[in-house]
């Protein structure tokens, strides 16, 4: 079954309306009092996973909390950076006054429904993000953390609550690079989840992120008037927004404090012409890219293992019409991280080898971490709870029946 759902509505749920305040206050009563039938308890068991080159990583395995299995089995890939199992993000980085625990969120609310749940630490790194070693961290690579997944696979296997028979593989983001190439390579590997997954080559992604995404928000959000031109009263406007320190292009980098005169001018690296503007195009890109260059330069690349290691992979496209497994490709249609025309790269070609059963949902309205954002400003805060139910539904239904209003 080929599906692409997309379009989703407002998926607010909309309260009941009740018939008497009294009448209410009964049934809230009453169905506080009453277990959940559709979610179990779970149980966490802690596991170390034993590494290439004698290294090791923490592990929590979940569980539910009745029956005795087999269960079918789920492993998480997350994405860059000092990442723990839990993708934990503090509330200064994430932007939205609360920390961020999406891999966390995932486990709970499929090992509390009948799925087992594995997730581990990256190489070098502990909970929170703490990083245990960074030599190690330093030299991870695309291969090593293939490898790691490949072991966390044979460790979820082995666990005797599990069907080995049955298992999942999730990646977000970099893991959403790296699950289709385990995934490939394992036929037995029944079904495969990407969040947020990039469609071309690293290389092509960071272009994006460092050069096009900058421009892009200088002319849509910053060049109030679209005339092309920036002028530092446009600027000054978005000094002290709501989320201006998650933007792509935060004024602080566009203009100084000038004392003497007690206004703001610009940058002295930042030529305007005699009226005072600067030309997104002719001045601002041309900046922009002198100071993205030197970063993914040959010298850039070579000096980095995890650059590296990248850049020298195919294109997902290239790949993943070779995946036998089950495939659902979630994405946030304000991702600017991961942006939306990706997702749909993969969905295309899925379709054109007529891969029998993938699945593509687009959420409006949220982000790279499946968290509310509005277009330009990426708060990474906790994973909506209709992707979780979106999740473990398609999960669940043989005919892929996610919920109505879904496609």
Not at 145 to 152: H, I, Q, T, V
Not at 258 to 283: K, L
Not at 284 to 296: A, C, R, S, W
Not at 352 to 369: A, F, M, N, Q, R
């Amino acid at each position: 079954m080929i599906s692409c759902k997309s379009s989703l509505p407002n998926f607010q749920k909309k309260p009941r309306i009740a018939f008497a305040s009294l009448l209410l206050i009964f049934v809230l009563f009453f169905l506080v009092s009453i277990p959940c039938a559709c979610a179990q308890e779970y149980v966490a068991r802690d596991l170390t996973l034993e590494l290439e080159d004698g290294l090791q990583t923490d592990a929590q395995l979940t569980l539910p909390k009745s029956g005795t299995g087999p269960f079918p089995g789920f492993l998480l890939l997350q994405g860059s950076g000092t990442i723990d199992m839990n993708e934990y993000l503090p509330p200064e980085v994430t932007g939205s006054d609360e920390p961020s625990r999406p891999f966390l969120q995932i486990a709970e609310h499929l090992s509390s429904r009948g799925i087992a749940v594995l997730r581990f630490n990256k190489r070098g790194v502990g909970l929170n993000g703490t990083i245990l070693n960074a030599s190690i961290v330093a030299n991870s690579t695309y291969q090593s953390y293939k490898s790691d997944a490949e072991k966390a696979l044979a460790i979820l296997r082995a666990q005797p609550e599990v069907d080995k028979n049955d298992i999942t593989l999730l990646g977000h983001s970099e893991g959403a690079i790296v699950a289709p190439r385990v995934a490939r390579e394992d036929a037995e590997i029944r079904k495969m989840v990407l969040l947020s997954a990039p469609a071309g080559n690293l290389r092509d992604n960071l272009q994006f992120q460092l050069l096009a995404r900058p421009l892009l928000y200088a002319e849509e959000v910053i060049d109030s008037n679209h005339d092309g031109l920036l002028t530092i009263t446009e600027v000054e406007a978005t000094m002290g927004t709501p989320g201006e320190s998650l933007a792509p292009l935060q004024a602080i980098g566009l203009v100084m404090w000038n004392s003497t005169t007690e206004e703001h001018q610009w940058h002295s690296v930042i030529a305007s012409d005699p009226r005072g503007n600067i030309s997104i195009r002719g001045d601002l890109e041309p900046l922009i890219k002198k100071q993205v260059q030197p970063m993914l330069s040959n010298e850039s690349v070579k000096a980095s293992p995890w650059l590296a290691s990248y850049f020298a992979l195919n294109n997902t496209t290239d790949i993943i019409g070779d995946i036998s497994a089950s495939i659902l490709i979630l994405q946030g249609e304000n991702d600017t991280q991961i942006p939306l025309p990706e997702a749909m790269l993969l969905e295309q070609k899925l379709t054109e080898v007529k891969h029998p059963d993938h699945t593509l949902i687009i959420y409006p309205g949220l982000g790279h971490s499946f968290h509310p954002s509005k277009n330009w400003i990426q708060p990474l805060g906790p994973m909506e709870e209709v992707v979780l139910e979106d999740l473990y539904a398609w999960l669940t239904s043989p005919d892929r029946r996610i919920r109505e209003g879904a496609g």
